[in-house]
């Protein structure tokens, strides 16, 4: 079946050799290193993650842990602690390392009392259960500790349990640079936590970190640069689209209708291989009558697309977008790609336009395949574009 969610298992196609990669280091004790996924949205980061997880699941001596910053809902460093402690938890628990009847969740609103109870009878070190008790109680906000203090020490929990249990530790935190937004009071914590968070993780032994992030500019801040608290600390890797053939495959494994070589060249003109919108027209593809899918229905389909889905995905980032940065957009969908045509379309200085170029990279909307030539990067925003703004 097509789906707009992330994907493991039969479902998970192509990227076998970065999955290969993946897998191996992550579970070799040897290798200290964990990675960064860098992606735009939509390319499958988190399918990557939770596929890796799912291998490494099956591997003797290593326990995944997966956390997605994105499903954060107050955004605050208790939230986060919480999180960070219940995944460690309930990953240990399932691999039957941590002998806990609850899932974690109902430790985290358990009444203190029974919260006391359940950690003394967890056969672990004295030492561990003090420091399981201690952070939960910090995200309930008793105690004194700052938001670094108490995000390092959630982070801390997986690698002692690691230790504990002699086992390595492999945690994703999908989304990582939305640690940046996190808020305590009102106030951003910006940058001061995540250089916490590096000191601390220095010196684990056990747990290995990797992250990933659809923002490049974010995802600089956090690690690309040599400025960056995390710079060096992964293995990066990006994640592209889609070979043809796997979405060939996709096509072919979820549609009982067939597609005429026209109609595919055209989807594959369309979607570019990014994993959504090919589980998205398939999917819309998949309701239509009749044995085969000629190009007129895919077209069809494709402008009702971004019509109406179109509209959603779109309308937000572009409202958040500057007036001259719209109009930078809205030269290139046209095709113009070199920064003196743009400049000359747009009415601007070249300076201005280089300027924009790189303000609109860092938000991952453009992207420079080539020396001098530049290009908006999802070639579905392109369309849009190119259709609302004429
Ligand atoms: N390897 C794959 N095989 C088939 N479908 C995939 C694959 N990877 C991703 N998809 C599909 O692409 C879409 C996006 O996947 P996913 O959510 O993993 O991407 P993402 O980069 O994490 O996106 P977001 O920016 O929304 O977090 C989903 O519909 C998913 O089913
Ligand atoms: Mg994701």
Known sequence: MFTLRPVCGEAFLDREELLQELVETLSSSRQKMGFALVGPRRMGKTSLFLETVRR???????????????????????????????????????????????????????????????????????????????????????????????????????????????????????????????????????????????????????????????????????????????WRQFIVREVGPLPKRAVEELLRRNLDRTLTPEALSKLWDFTQGIPFYVQFIGRELSRGRGRTITEAEVEKTLAEFLNEEGEVMFQEQWQRLSAKERKILQVMSHGYAAPTAIAREADESPNTVSQYLQYLKGKGLVERPEPGRWRIADPVFARWLGIHTR
Do not use: H
């Open 56 to 230: 490494l699941k099956e591997i003797p001596g290593v326990v995944p842990v997966y956390l997605s910053l994105w499903e954060l809902v107050e955004g605050t460093p208790e939230e986060l602690s919480r999180e960070l402690i219940s995944a460690s938890l309930d990953a240990f628990r399932e691999e039957g390392l941590l002998p806990l009847k609850v899932q974690a969740r109902g430790l985290l609103k358990a009444p203190l009392e029974l919260l006391r109870d359940i950690i003394g009878g967890m056969k672990i070190s004295l030492k561990l259960r003090e420091e399981i008790e201690l952070v939960l109680m910090l995200t309930r906000g008793r105690g004194q500790a700052g938001p670094g203090e108490l995000i390092s020490r959630a982070l801390a929990l997986p690698e002692k349990l690691a230790r504990e249990s002699g086992v390595r530790c492999a945690l994703f935190l999908d989304e990582f640079p939305t640690v940046l937004e996190l808020r305590q009071g009102g106030k951003p914590l910006g940058e001061g936590v995540v250089r916490r968070l590096r000191t601390e993780y220095e010196t684990m032994e056990n747990l290995v970190l990797s992250i990933s992030g659809s923002v490049r500019s974010t995802m600089e801040a956090v690690t690309l640069r040599p400025a960056a608290a995390f």
